[in-house]
């Protein structure tokens, strides 16, 4: 029988806090009911493009009509890509339609409001004590897979309805705490996975916003969770007290233009469902 408590320190020697300690630091808005907090989330990766500007407008007027909040927070964890002065450059599009954020990041190195750091990157505390708490609840384990392994997971699923890590081909899922001690002490790198409670033969059914009811598989993936993702995952983001909705759904329609094939349709998929099973009572 596996230890969660010990694989969690094991995972994460350093980290001291509970989600509590965040959850009190960054209590709940007082806003009024139905308002609604939303953010723009760009990558410092170049210019604004119509694509940013799109979900960016959607947000900011959610916020703005139900007396919300707008804010920023820059998604910099793909630090080999960052362009110097893309946040400026962002930022200063946005002037020209006249959309500013209440609170977050509003120039290079400049952030303002309680709900900070706003800078994704600046985060990682946070989301790893969030992480360290789903390993000690048996939610999540570590993956020790190289990039070859998934390469080779992908080419024998070619003909499969289903996709990713999951069943047969999760091969790290059941790995025991020695095991898992001694990669680690091989120093194997490892990336951390959500361990998917879901059953293929089940349907989940919620109600959309804009779509009306809606019924689709129960994810069964074990989806790998980075800073990126794990800023989207309640319980997580409600310390920004947050919906997630609007961009989310945004960049599923940026991929189902593509007939579903994208990268990120199943990733995006992945996170709705998540988010979804926290904030039933909300959609």
């Known amino acids: 029988m596996m230890n ?4 969690a320190d094991l995972l994460f020697p350093n980290i001291d806090k509970a989600p509590e300690y965040y959850e009190e630091k960054y209590p ?27 979900t960016c407008f959607a947000s900011y ?12 927070r820059v998604e910099d964890t793909d630090q080999k890509r960052k362009v110097d002065g893309a946040v400026d450059a962002m930022l200063k599009g946005l002037e020209v339609y006249t959309i500013k954020a209440d609170e977050g990041v509003i120039g290079e ?6 709900y900070g750091p706003y800078y994704q990157s600046a985060r990682k505390e946070i989301y790893q004590t969030y992480a360290k708490s789903l390993v000690k609840q048996g939610l999540a384990y570590p993956c020790f897979c190289t990039a070859e392994e998934i390469d080779e997971i992908r080419r024998q699923q070619e003909n499969d309805d289903i996709k990713g890590y999951w069943g047969k081909y999760a ?8 095991q898992i001690k001694q990669n680690i002490e091989n120093g194997m790198p490892w990336t951390l996975r959500l361990k998917s409670p ?3 033969e089940k349907k989940c059914y919620f109600d959309d916003m804009i779509k009306g009811k809606i019924e689709m598989p129960e994810n069964v993936i074990d989806v790998v969770e980075d800073n990126y993702d794990f800023g989207k995952i309640p319980p997580i983001d409600k310390i920004t007290d947050k919906t997630e909705a609007i961009t989310i759904r945004a960049g599923k329609i940026q991929d189902q233009r593509n007939g579903g094939k994208g990268k990120g349709f ?7 469902n998540i988010i979804r099973s926290y904030t039933k009572s909300e959609w």
Do not use: M
């Not at 007027?61 to 920023?72: E, I, Q, S």
């Not at 091969?171 to 020695?178: A, G, M, Q």
């Open 4 to 7: 969660f408590d010990e694989l």
């Open 28 to 54: 709940p808005r007082q806003l009024k009911e139905g308002a609604r907090v939303t953010r723009f989330a760009p990558s410092p990766t170049g210019y604004l493009h119509f694509g940013n500007l799109y």
């Open 61 to 72: 007027l959610t916020a703005k009509n139900t007396g919300g909040v707008f804010f920023v």
């Open 109 to 114: 190195g400049n952030e303002i409001g309680d």
């Open 171 to 178: 091969k790290c899922r059941n790995l025991s705490f020695e």
């Open 198 to 200: 879901g059953d293929i």
């Open 266 to 272: 199943l990733r995006d998929n992945i996170i709705t």
